[in-house]
């Protein structure tokens, strides 16, 4: 009976091992750097048989450069790190401000504070467009969309869907809106 593949492969694994643990005893007793010193001479040797030591020689230089744009990138990690730190301050500041939990700066106060402004800013718009001719005549329009849009959200039937086409051709008649783009049809 034959010696199978596996057997074979672990009898070559032991005397490889073998081998080298004989190896690595004489050098640690004559020389311990000799094989580092030797691969290192064994590979310039190699490089330089080859016509490609420059080149090597580049490819480590690029290499050492991108080891020192990693700790760059690792530096300006932190600094990013500590932005956002400062951001969240800043966030649990506006909280105080906005009368929020200035304790519980987490995600939840981030989207109160939000909410808080997007509230202020609807009740600015409506304040600035109504002190302006053109943004009068803009938030009527909004105004008029929104219904628009809420009608057709609630037609269940061909016939309302034509009513609030109708509605939606006499805004266009009555000027509210230059009709750009639409032919004064009804939708398909």
Known sequence: MGISH?????????????????????????????????????MAATL????????????????LQGVEIDRQRSLLDDQRQSIRR????????IAGILKLDPNNCGYGEEYKVSQRID???????????????????????????????????????????????DRYQQLLQNGHRSGSGHNGQKAQ
Request: net charge negative; proline share 2%; hydrophobic share 35%.
């Open 119 to 165: 509230a202020q800013k609807q009740t600015v718009t409506r304040r600035l467009m109504a002190s302006d001719p053109i943004g009068q005549q803009i938030v009527q329009l909004h105004q008029e969309r929104d219904t628009l849009l809420d009608l057709v959200s609630l037609a269940t039937t061909k016939a309302q869907f034509e009513q609030v086409w």
């Open 86 to 93: 400062r951001v969240g301050t800043l966030h649990c500041e």
């Open 6 to 42: 596996t057997e074979k492969e672990s009898w070559k694994k032991r005397i490889e091992q073998r081998f080298d643990r004989e190896i690595g005893r004489i050098c640690a007793e004559h020389e311990p750097g000799f094989q580092g010193r030797m691969d290192r001479d064994i």
């Open 48 to 63: 330089s048989d080859l016509g490609i030591s420059a080149q090597k020689a580049q490819i480590q230089e690029l290499e």
